[in-house]
């Protein structure tokens, strides 16, 4: 698969990158990168192969291994070396938004995107950039505008040409519209929604292409790295969008993770999306634990890591992952999850938790040098009775949440009931794999046909989107044989 538009200008130490970037659009990774088994290694080439960072493993496959990066911390001389040397692919976290390069109509600044831009420049390093079209961090003058149609269609021309057109050279890839279907899988109330209906994702698009029509154009979300009804809204735009020619190149699975949780489809997933044509990329990734981060869960988060950048690297088409943090010091995670944190694969003092080793021996280099013993597994007996139901949160956010429920038959069944009560006022929205209704706090799901018969020890799994008022309970469902 060719990823590439065309043509890019090379500039400053910034050409490096773009070597990469070019290897790696023209599919040359695709080759290089997957499903080769590696000959064992001399003790030499195993010392360098330790010391290789996530940058180095990544550059040889010609992958993109990012992070985000805030400009009020380049000045910590930590900060910058880890960025600098771990990752060849920096994204604005904050200081890229709307609200920040244009908080007053028309008047633009640049002076923290620049910062960034100019430090990847210094070292190398490819520019993913973030965001053009949002709802949040969106200033007051856009959000509350009451503009006619034409004239929002002007306001997001404006913004969307100057602010590609000014890193026409120095950024291949953006992230055109960002988040514009909600957690019910309907098209989430914005202003750009409301004004122009759904064809202000056609139109950012243009927008974006008329002003660099050599970059890469991704749609980009979160909660849409699994199969779930989300990511199913998401592939039928994206499938409209492209049949119509609007000129959409990639999506964006933002990737903000529980462990323990990663969506057991995410390959299967990347695959139907790679299959419509598209670029994917896992833009945004961290793995939040419940603290503190004892070793077992650590090690678990390791193995989370493990499996989405594996994910990602056994499908030819996806180009790469970009970590939402050099470090778990600076993670948005805390701040919006209370008792939730340590996401991301290097610590608050900068040491290489086992999720950063996870990393580097699925990009092909050395694992943990100095590993803790893996907690020993218990075996697990298949359940008594009829069967057992295991209730899992996989994500939640302000407002909403989703839920995987595993089913396990303990005798041979034909069909199965799950049953239970939420505790923190939450109401499904949408299921897939089971049939479910709702009364009050109770919600009973049954198989779905195909689902139904299980032999003894055999699970299955349905999940579901819903809403909640502030809270997420964990139930302790119930599950009886029959439908
Ligand atoms: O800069 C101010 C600081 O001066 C002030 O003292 C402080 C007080 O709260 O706020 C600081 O601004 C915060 C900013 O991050 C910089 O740290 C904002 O309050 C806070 O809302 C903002 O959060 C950002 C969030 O987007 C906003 O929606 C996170 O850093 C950023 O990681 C997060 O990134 C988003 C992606 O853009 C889209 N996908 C989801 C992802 C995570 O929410």
């Not at 992958?63 to 910058?80: D, F, I, K, P």
Request: net charge negative; aromatic share 8%; hydrophobic share 35%.
């Amino acid at each position: 698969m060719a990823f590439t538009k065309g043509r890019r200008r090379l500039r400053g130490r910034a050409a490096g990158a773009v070597a990469l970037a070019l290897a790696l659009v023209t599919g040359g990774f695709a080759a290089a990168a997957h499903g080769q088994e590696s000959a064992p290694l001399s003790a030499e080439d195993a010392v360098r192969a330790q010391a290789a960072t996530l940058r180095d493993l990544a550059d040889q496959r010609g992958l993109r291994m990012g992070t985000a990066v805030g400009s009020q911390h380049l000045n910590q001389s930590e900060y910058a070396r880890t960025a600098a040397a771990e990752f060849n692919s920096v994204t604005h976290e904050n200081d890229l938004k709307w609200e920040t390069v244009e908080p007053q109509r028309g008047q633009f600044n640049w002076t923290n995107a620049d910062r960034i831009v100019d430090f990847a420049q210094q070292n190398g390093q490819m520019v993913h950039g973030h965001t053009l079209v949002w709802h949040s961090q969106l200033p007051s003058w856009v959000a509350n505008g009451n503009f006619s149609e034409g004239e929002l269609l002007d306001v997001m021309d404006t913004h969307i040409s100057t602010t590609v057109g000014r890193y026409r050279d120095d950024i291949d890839t953006w992230d055109v519209v960002n988040e514009p279907i909600g957690d019910n899988a309907q098209f989430r109330d914005s202003v750009f929604y409301r004004t122009l209906g759904e064809d202000f994702i056609a139109e950012a698009f243009r927008m974006a292409d008329r002003a660099d029509p050599d970059a890469r154009l991704f749609i980009n979300d979160y909660n849409i790295d699994g199969i779930n009804a989300k990511s199913d809204a998401y592939y039928d735009l994206v499938r409209d969008l492209l049949a119509q020619g609007v000129p959409i190149d990639g999506i964006g699975f933002q990737g903000h993770l529980i462990s323990g949780q990663v969506p057991s489809s995410i390959q299967q997933n990347i695959q139907r999306f790679v299959d419509l044509g598209l670029e994917v990329m896992i833009t945004e990734l961290d793995i939040r634990i419940q603290m503190p981060a004892t070793q077992q869960k650590l090690e678990q988060q390791a193995r989370d890591y493990e499996q989405v950048v594996n994910a990602c690297y056994a499908v030819s088409g996806c180009s790469g992952v970009i970590v939402w943090g050099v470090t778990d010091a600076y993670s948005w995670v805390p701040d919006t999850f209370e008792g939730q944190g340590a996401a991301l694969p290097i610590d608050d003092s900068y040491q290489k938790k086992p999720a950063y080793w996870a990393i580097h021996e699925a990009l092909g280099g050395e694992p943990d040098p100095d590993p803790t013993d893996p907690p020993t597994e218990e075996p697990t007996d298949p359940p008594g009775g009829d069967c057992e139901a295991d209730y899992r949160v996989t994500n939640e956010w302000s407002g909403g949440f989703q839920a995987e429920v595993t089913v396990t038959a303990g005798s041979d069944l034909t069909g199965w009931t799950v049953a239970w009560s939420f505790g923190g006022g939450e109401s499904v929205s949408h299921a897939w794999n089971a049939s479910v209704s709702s009364n009050g706090s109770s919600v009973t799901a049954t198989d779905v046909g195909y689902n139904g018969a299980l032999s003894a020890g055999q699970s299955t799994s349905f999940g579901f989107v819903g809403t909640h008022g502030g809270s997420v309970s964990t139930p302790q469902p119930s599950c009886t044989s029959g439908s």
